[in-house]
């Protein structure tokens, strides 16, 4: 039996293993494996006899997006071709002894370090072992026999990934957005109550979130990037990908709203813990400040999801609540009471309305 801390750690990694994605993509790569070895007899000459090339062919065209599939597999046959080259070089003047064997290994690696090569840089060396050891004594006809089953188990791949449901990772764009949403109001929102707190705040888990909005900050730029690059040559993407212009838009609006909030906390968190920092928020500030911080938190929160007039309340709050602060901070610096550090923060406050309302 299999103790329960164990059992807990397994099976999230299972049910990330067997997600319908992951399934549908088994399921495909098993039908051009098989298509491919019924395939495989049916080529002319020498190639018959050598017909579990064509479902390697497959395993390395296949990709999770349907642009990687071809770039994967045009790279394979080009390390390919490289790598027989190079055999047919070495079998000229050598049988397969250790030497030659460790010469073909050793000028594969080294050319398959040339730049841009991709996924070409591993078969060059392979292919060149291949062909000196298991086609020395035909080597032209083993060479054939590889090349052109491989090339048809990377147009079987190729075309069962186009053809059926070709993937495309839309769904996982909304759940990052809305993470990261509801991350940085959060944010906004526990820096607001510290700002009515007795200093230092009894909670200030806040001042050490910075590298959490990185993280929510990072998953949105994958889930969208991922989108993108399933939509490259995929024939679903015009039904369905339209909207990936406004994701783009979307992730560029959270990714300024990152910056600002991970600057309001830095000035924040200096303010309350570096007392040598310069840093201060005077008398008569903060609750002004803490109404600011709620106010764009509420925002950032009704962003994309709130109704038109939702949304439009919202703005008009959060507008109102910073031209409040903002007037304060004039009155307290006439005063000669320092405000560099909530000018700061309603600077940054603003330019996160101004990103909101532009995204």
Do not use: C
Request: no cysteine; hydrophobic share 50%.
């Amino acid at each position: 039996m299999i103790p329960k801390p164990k059992l807990r750690r397994v099976l999230p990694a299972l049910r990330q293993a067997v997600t319908g994605h992951r399934l549908l993509f088994a399921a495909k790569t098993a039908a051009a494996a098989g298509l491919a070895w019924y395939l495989a007899p049916l080529m002319p000459g020498t190639a018959a006899s050598y017909p579990y090339y064509a479902p390697l062919g497959v395993l390395v065209s296949m990709h999770p997006t349907v642009a990687a599939s071809a770039k994967h597999g045009l790279q394979s046959l080009l390390g390919l071709g490289l790598g027989i080259a190079m055999a047919f070089v070495v079998t000229t003047v050598s049988t397969p002894t250790a030497l030659a064997v460790a010469v073909v290994v050793g000028l594969g690696v080294v050319i398959g370090g040339l730049p841009r090569l991709g996924s070409a840089s591993e078969w060059v060396p392979m292919a060149a072992l291949f062909v000196l050891v298991l086609g020395y004594s035909n080597t032209q006809g083993f060479s054939f026999a590889y090349v052109l089953q491989m090339a048809m188990g990377v147009a079987v791949g190729f075309a069962v990934n186009w053809l059926v449901f070709p993937p495309l990772h839309l769904e996982g764009i909304d759940p990052a957005i809305d993470g990261h949403q509801r991350a940085l109001s959060k944010q906004l929102e526990d820096m607001a109550s510290a700002m009515m707190e007795s200093w230092p705040p009894n909670h200030e888990d806040w001042a050490s979130r910075s590298g959490e909005l990185a993280r929510t900050a990072t998953a949105v730029r994958t889930a969208v990037q991922a989108a993108k690059l399933s939509a490259k040559a995929n024939p679903r993407s015009r039904r369905r990908a339209g909207r990936l212009g406004g994701d783009l838009a979307g992730l560029r609006t959270v990714e300024r709203l990152t910056f600002h909030v991970q600057d309001i906390t830095d000035v924040l968190a200096s303010v309350i813990w570096e007392e040598n920092a310069g840093t201060v928020i005077p008398e008569g500030v903060p609750r002004n400040l803490s109404r600011a911080l709620e106010d764009v938190a509420t925002l950032i929160r009704q962003w994309r999801h709130g109704d038109a007039e939702d949304f439009k309340g919202a703005l008009d709050d959060a507008h109102d609540s910073v031209a409040a602060l903002s007037g304060t901070l004039t009155e307290v610096a006439a005063d000669k009471a320092p405000v560099n550090a909530p000018a700061s923060v309603a600077m940054s406050l603003r330019r996160i309305i101004t990103a909101v309302s532009d995204g």
